[in-house]
């Protein structure tokens, strides 16, 4: 039937499932025929949306999913939450800016820099997210297989690149040039979303020798938003509540958990 192959022709995926409930609705509300026409167009959009939402979700990578809108300001008052929301209109993605996020462990880093990429994902932006440690395996590995080029390639693909847990581990030499290469390549063309332990006078040393640390900074702020987050661990404060630290960070002696001090600077994840 000729609806049929227009849907076809035109790749409509959508609409055509839901076109009898469209019909129905516009009969019930009596829409004008225009009014119609951007009800189903919208109706294709929406799934089409929905499904590119879906697919860069995952292509990100993300170790878990963070919202802004799940973040609890109240608890973290360093931060300022309109500097966030003005990130969140994702001007700095479209001027190619970066965003540094500095702070101790569990102060929520991390959830920011994944609440960041979502919007980013829903405003249709491709983002990927890698921790230092990974990205420098990766890099290091396609060299060794020849194929620096086209994963350096790879890696400005997506509009932005969110670097977490840079200062766990400093950088050789080698890694620090390497990951010049790539802060390099994005410069002035795409975003990153850095995080780090270090303060904001500590996390250049981590780039290794000072030419190559200058270099990276030079090009990494040169338009960048810093947020520096000085406050208590979210995850210390679960575990308060719990029961399972007292007010000064110690483990109660009944338990087994491991104490805050391990947990909290041997393990960057959650
Ligand atoms: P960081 O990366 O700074 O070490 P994370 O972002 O991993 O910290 O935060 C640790 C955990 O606590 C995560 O599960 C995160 O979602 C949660 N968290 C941290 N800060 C907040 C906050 N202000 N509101 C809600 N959840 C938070
Ligand atoms: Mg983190």
């Not at 878990?64 to 008052?77: G, H, I, N, S, Y």
């Not at 966030?84 to 209109?89: G, T």
């Not at 400093?170 to 002035?188: H, K, T």
């Not at 981590?206 to 938003?225: N, P, Y």
Request: hydrophobic letters at 35%; aromatic letters at 8%; charged letters at 30%.
């Amino acid at each position: 039937m000729q609806l049929e192959r227009l849907f076809a022709q035109l790749k409509f995926e959508h609409l055509p499932d839901q076109l009898d409930a469209v019909c129905e609705q516009a009969a019930k509300e009596q829409l004008a025929y225009p009014d119609f026409l951007a009800k189903a167009l919208e109706t294709e959009w929406a799934g089409r949306n929905r499904k590119g939402i879906e697919s860069r979700m995952s292509q990100a990578r993300f170790p878990q999913v963070k919202t802004l809108e799940a973040f609890d300001f109240d608890f973290q008052p360093s931060i300022d939450r309109d500097v966030i929301r003005q990130l969140s209109a994702l001007n700095f993605v479209e001027r190619a800016e970066n965003v540094v996020l500095l702070g101790p462990p569990g102060v929520g880093k991390t959830h920011l820099a994944i609440g960041l990429g979502v919007k980013a994902i829903e405003a249709g932006y491709r983002v990927h997210f890698q921790t230092l440690d990974q990205l420098m395996q990766r890099l290091k590995k396609a060299r060794e297989e020849n194929r620096l080029d086209r994963t350096l390639r790879q890696l400005t693909y997506s509009r932005v690149l969110i670097v977490d847990e840079i200062g766990y581990l400093p950088l050789s030499r080698d890694e620090a040039s390497l990951f010049f290469r790539l802060v390099n390549r994005r410069y002035e063309r795409a975003s990153m979303i850095l995080t780090s332990n270090k303060s904001d006078s500590e996390w250049g040393e981590i780039f290794g020798e000072q030419v190559i640390a200058t270099a990276v900074l030079d090009r990494l702020l040169h338009h960048a938003t810093t947020i520096n987050i000085k406050g208590e661990s979210y995850r210390l404060k679960e575990k308060r509540r719990a029961g399972l630290i007292n007010n000064r960070g110690e483990a109660s002696p009944t338990n087994t958990q491991p104490t805050p001090t391990e947990e909290e600077n041997g393990n960057a994840g959650d």
